[in-house]
């Protein structure tokens, strides 16, 4: 019969391993300034799992970990992740661990040869009978690529070691299962953080997070008030996090959660190769992505960055692409304004077209020679290989600081005013003749801090609309 | 017992069914679509996976079947696909396509309510009673079931009337099995184009393929040569359409073989609905089916002429019926193209192509004595003068060795095969100039990814600024539909 234990309930931060840059050493004081950070709000910590990138550990190292959080956490926990592909190595880990002062060992299903059902229960009857600490038991389909069967946790939970499941697939369905089979005699942990309320709302016993050593006291009030039937409260405090967790979860792991402990001042340094910082499963714009939710969660001082929407006469808005409002009045060139949306979200575009013989067919070929650093001009396009028509150049007022910037306007701001273009010459707005005849420069102010794709797509479509029909308005 | 027949060997087109605009069987198109491949081919198939059958009412499929029966008029065995989800309306279709005089029927694994093994099982023994002709088809990435070997050993060996069996899964060892149990006894045809002259190589008596609609006669010389023992001229031929055929079975091979017959100047129409222009086949899978049809000089040849303001330039290219025979307004022409994955290794490129006295050619005169040098843009070509433009200003040395050694090296290739294939002619080089603006990934790693990348773009940038494309009623077709990469959140 699986035991329960009387502690294995709350929060549990699957900690990161801090390297060092240079060396890619184990920067041990590092590793206890995060334990430092997080204890406060957890019940224990976890060394060594997925998170921290124990595949690229030696065994001495995983042993040191253990033991430096031992010395940290006091009379708090210590899960040590005893992860191998061979039994012969997670038992050698889970007498380190033991030995060590772990409470208890958290090891992964079998992964790489892909070992049958019968070969996986073997492997962790071997663990759970030769080691005397508690077996936390570990599904993590998306990096074993194989599914630790029911069938073989529901005879592994009977073993007097096995005292819990973490279960990190996400699919609540395969939670439920495990639930109705050894909920009675092992607890179950969530270790998906998208997925924490429905987890804890079924009835799991706690968690055991990357993201819970970023935020892990948002985590320990959402377990409190689920507990205490609160969940609308709990709702609302995930929420809060749901696009961070996702991006642990899906777009880097821990090399996501890595990005942003760095950025929040805990430093832990870059991952182990062949895992890269950022440009490679985290990519850059997700990174900048990062920053802005810790800004919004107040883990990073926001700086205060007023903005200029451009004012004064229209006509005098286009000298950065050497039109005068003479030139604009001598050639016949059609301009119009529009903006809309309040706060972060409002956006401004000023908007100058006409025939390509004119003046402003050279800006439009001037500034696709004109790199300025963050300031590109881009061809306006409904996707890539649907180019509008007329031939529309994007160009930002404000400087793109980083690739997150960049991507609102090269992404929302881009579609939603190359639907407006279309639109308006299906609706007669725009004449036939100037789809070949004419080309227009847009020059468009999104606030920095933007951050709702949805609401910049709909504010962008309404401004733009607008600009387009002052443009072409028949009396002009 | 099964058997094995004399007829069902060799090349089947698995035949597109052509529809008119307003969506309906053309009759037509298709006449003149089997005119087409009939002289290059064993046996066709109508209403097969390519043929849409999952879109057409039962009466659509009988009409098709019945008109292509006509067509051929007894000079080809026709196999016609009669499979449905339901064993009853099968068995309908079948009947009736029996009494119609097919030679074979084509029937493909019940699918979408996924049967287990036994339930496919009898629904083969269900048809096998009509006495006609049966390939049982075997297509997991459509139908979402995959036989296993003994399953099909067993429908093979078991049913009186089963002739062979169509394999397009592209799963080799499962073809291997095949030989191993049932070689000899009856048919075995592959319909993965990919793997073709593998698997014929390997032994199969036949292959019922998609791109057999375009390249009938090429498919028609890997099967001869495999007969008569010239594997190195089959290979040779399969490594030449290797790119066209993956195109055609990996990125949505209705509306591919569709846009590609009409681009070789035999219109058979669009996919019906969902399948959209742009979708699966996407347009860039579009400009590089192109780029292979015209290598194999399968799209026929015209005059196009430029009207250089002036002065004029004839030319003769492989033209689609898209390509304009008179091009004007070379004051400012504008493309764009766009080629990946990999993400970080992806190629967007704006072009912008003029006369050099217009605003291209004097933009780039500017840029030169100006800011040009400070900002990383280069001349790398006189005649047709392009400067190139980095998108993403360089930072670090690989970056700038990606752009300028790799990327760079793509837009010139582009450059110089559309001046030997024609749409960048000799007599017009010293009038053009052309700024290419290239986004180079700053985390890109794969150099040759980022030159091939760049070198698909530019070819789809400068095809588009030549002739016009998209075309307003391709922008008004797709505007709803279209799905920019970059506007959702991660």
Redesign the interface.
Known sequence: MGTRLDWLHGIFPALVTPFDPKTEEIDEEAYRRLIRHVLPYVDGVVTSGTTGEFPYLTRAEQRRLVEIAREEVGEKKVIAGCGASGTAQALALAQDAREAGADAILVVTPYFLHPSDKEVYQHFYDIATRVDIPLILYNIPQVVDAVLPRNVVEDLADLPNVVGLKDSSGDLTYTLEILEYTGDRIDVLVGHDEVVIAALAAGVSGMILASAQVYPEIWREVYRRVREGRLEEARALQRRVQ?LS??FCR?GGGVAVKAALNMIGIPVGPPRRPL?S???AL????RA?IQLELEKLGKIRAEEEPIEYPGGPLEARFGDLELTPEAIRAHGLRLGTGSAGEGVNRVQLDLVAGR??TPL??A???Q????L?GR?A??T?????????P?TLLLPTLPQKN?RQA?MI???T??AL??AI??A??AGIVP?SA???D?MIVLATVHPKALD?HAL?RNVYQAARAAIEQAYAPAR | MGYKTDWFRGIYPALVTPFTRDDRLDEEAYRRLIRYVLPHVNGVVPCGTTGEFSYMTLEERQRAIEVCLDEVNGRAPVLAGTGCPSTRETIQLTRWARDAGVTGVLVVAPYYLKPTFNEVYDHFRALDSLGVPIVIYNIPQCAGTHFRWWTAEGMLLDLENVVGIKDSSGDVPFLEALFEKVKGQVGIFVGHDEIVQAALAAGCDGAILASANLIPDIWQTIYRATLEGDLATAQEWQAKIQKLVRIVATCGPTQAVKEGLEMIGIPVGVSRHPILR?GSF???DYEELRMQLEILGKIPQAEVVYDLGGRQVTTRVAATPHTPRHVS?W??R?????AGPP??EIA?V?L?I?RRD???G???A??MEG??GE???RIISERPLI?L?????LRTARQRQLFYDFAAEGILMAVRQNIENGFLPEAALDDLAL?V?AFVH??ASIGRRVMLNNYKATV?ALR?AIE?R?T?E???E??AS?????????
């Open positions: 696009k996702r991006i777009h890269k950022a440009g490679g990519i850059h714009e997700t992505e390509k013989e067919g050279d439009y070929a001037l696709l020679t004109y790199p650093h590109e881009l061809t396009i409904l996707e890539p290989g649907l180019t509008v028509r031939a690739l991507n090269y992404g929302p881009q579609a190359a639907r279309v639109d010459l299906e036939p789809a070949d005849e080309v794709r797509y | 742009g996407r347009r860039e307004g004051t400012l504008v493309g764009e193209g766009f993400f970080h967007h704006d912008l003029g217009g605003p291209v004097r933009a780039v500017r840029a800011w040009g900002r990383g843009l400067l433009v980095p998108t993403v200003t700024i603006n700053p985390a789809q588009k016009g998209p307003l391709q922008l008004f797709e505007r279209a799905r920019h990469p970059f506007r959702y959140a991660p």
